[in-house]
């Protein structure tokens, strides 16, 4: 029996989605997919919004769209989305700089008194963001 495919976010921006996953798209070095209310054939909604986002081939995993008329938008409260481990120091930290960036930093990536290290990031878009790794390599 195949691995299942780990829960993957769908996010309803405020008419920013086509935006937000081009964002995401280069934080994570992720190709993105959009497809339009009107490729989908939809009235709900204006004929360029985003109908379906994906980030696709990459490291993360996340899919968006715009509201259509009757929806609400992305209120984050209580949620984080976790990348501890996800990747080398690194790589975390250059995401942990770009996703900081236009957004607001809620706890700088540090070493923890237990040795590893993590931060979080609230992000342009209103993502919640948790990034850490083991050990202690210095942020």
Not at 6 to 12: E, G, I, L, N
Not at 52 to 70: E, Q, S
Not at 118 to 127: A, K, M, P, S
């Amino acid at each position: 029996m195949p691995d299942p495919t780990p829960p993957t976010p769908y996010v309803h921006f405020p008419g920013t989605a086509g935006e937000a996953l081009s964002f995401y798209g280069g934080v994570f070095g992720c190709s993105v997919q959009l497809h339009t209310f009107q490729e989908f054939n939809r009235t709900d909604g204006p004929a360029e919004a985003v109908a379906h986002g994906a980030l696709m081939d990459g490291p993360v995993r996340l899919f968006g769209a715009d509201v259509a008329d009757d929806e609400s938008p992305l209120r984050c409260e209580g949620l984080m989305l976790s990348l501890l481990g996800t990747a080398d120091p690194s790589t975390l930290r250059d995401w942990f700089s770009k996703l900081a960036e236009g957004g607001r930093v809620v706890d700088d990536l540090q070493v923890r008194p237990w040795g590893d290290s993590d931060g979080q990031v609230i992000d342009r878009y209103g993502l919640h963001w948790l990034i850490g790794f083991e050990g202690g390599d210095k942020p």
